[in-house]
């Protein structure tokens, strides 16, 4: 498999709140909340990164297994994409 | 981590707000929920509007949608939205299209809206300029073809009444044809004008039953290509609905109050003394106010109490 880059949609906001961050498609009108770790995904999406790239840049600053990191961005992503957030 | 549903109630501060920048129009359509044509006595000022503007800015409100009257009308509106723009605010304006020359799609096509929502009520010259007194067909349709030249989402919202619903496929394929890519249409609403001309507006429902089997017909024939949102709810359900489901977007009135919502008629606090976070703490209870629950409680059994609506009645709120 080559390299995967991901692109979220173009209305989506982000905003910190005091129980975590706000993710706001205005063209739904839906809303849903992640963590600081989740914004860092959303953001680095955002850039333009892959997903390989989001993998290795959160393991070089978290602490945890690489593989572990890997599941918890599959699977982050999954859910950006059941509620969706990502375009096709 | 996880993504997930929080409801506006978790929220310090709004995400969306719905501004009525304006209860001046330059149409008299006979279905007009506000009765729109001249302002308010008391409208927000330009310095009033920029400073509220402002508070959106500071606290983050994410998303806006100007609306009126007839929002390009307001003196404040350009420098209201290159300064809701210039801190990345996403907006939609709904407007009735009718000053949207080519100058001023342009404008708007580089603040990049979000959408602008033209109101459209006929597939006929004929229909068009009864409902939108004033109105012209052909610079509406006009308005379209600019903003899509310049590549503006263009949302165009549709009432059907007595006599233009049975336009409504025809209607919808020129839309489809002149670019518009999302359609939002509902029912008239027993408020302002529609109310006085009730007899005129409102369809009967065997022409609503068609009208929906032709929207169902419409959305599969556009899949893809635009969207067609529409409810099957009649107005009483609606309403039981809004009470189950209350709408996360406050209305600011031209004269500055915070209205719940549309088919409402309390307002709960004006931005001219009382500061967002209090207006929004105040939004958040109102919901589950009494009063609030007996109106709608009482429009579900009689829809003519909605014509109260245009009203500004206080809501007390500890």
């Known amino acids: 498999m080559g390299v995967v880059y991901l692109e979220l949609k173009r209305r989506i906001k982000l905003k910190d709140e005091k129980f975590g961050v706000v993710v706001f498609d205005t063209e739904t009108e839906k809303v849903f909340v992640t963590n600081q770790v989740g914004k860092e995904i959303i953001n680095k999406i955002k850039e333009g990164k892959s997903i390989d790239q989001i993998i290795e840049e959160l393991s070089n600053e978290y602490e945890g297994e690489k593989e572990q990191i890997r599941n918890d961005v599959y699977e982050f992503i999954d859910q950006l994409k059941k509620m969706d957030l990502l375009k096709e | ?318």
């Open chain 2, 1 to 318: 981590m996880e993504l997930n549903s929080i409801t506006y109630e978790d929220l310090e501060y709004p995400l969306y707000m719905i501004w009525q920048l304006t209860n001046r129009c330059n149409l008299e359509c006979i279905h007009c929920l506000w009765a729109s044509h001249e302002p308010y006595p008391d409208e927000l000022s330009v310095d009033e509007v920029l400073k509220f503007g402002k508070e959106l800015v500071d606290h983050q409100v994410l998303y806006v949608t100007l609306s009126g009257g007839e929002p390009l009308l307001h003196p404040a509106f350009w420098k209201l939205v290159e300064l809701l723009r210039s801190h990345d605010v996403e907006l939609k304006i709904e407007t009735n299209g009718q000053l949207i020359s080519k100058s001023v799609a342009k404008r708007l096509a580089e603040l990049d809206f979000k959408a602008v929502q033209v109101s459209f009520d006929g597939a006929s010259k004929e229909t068009y300029e009864k409902m939108r007194v004033r109105g012209s067909y052909e610079k509406v349709i006009e308005a379209i073809k600019n903003l899509v030249e310049y590549g503006v989402n263009v949302e165009v919202v549709f009432v059907p009444t007595k006599f233009n619903i049975e336009e409504t496929g025809k209607l919808i394929d020129l839309l489809a044809s002149l670019g518009v890519r999302t359609l939002y249409t509902a029912r008239p609403i027993y408020m302002g004008r529609a109310a006085l001309n009730w007899s005129i507006v409102n369809p009967t429902e065997e022409q609503i039953a068609k009208y929906i089997e032709i929207l169902e017909k419409k959305e599969k024939e556009y899949q893809g290509k635009m969207r067609i949102i529409y409810s099957k709810l009649s107005p009483a359900e609606e309403l039981a609905y809004t009470l189950q489901h209350p709408t996360p977007a406050p209305i600011v009135t031209a004269n500055g109050y915070i209205r719940l919502a549309n088919s409402l008629p309390f307002v709960i606090g004006n931005v001219r003394k009382d500061d967002l976070k209090t207006l929004w703490e105040r939004y958040k209870k109102a919901w589950r106010h009494p009063q609030v629950i007996d109106f709608i409680n009482s429009a579900i059994k009689d829809y003519r109490l909605l014509a109260k609506s245009i009203e500004f009645i206080p809501l007390s709120i500890e």
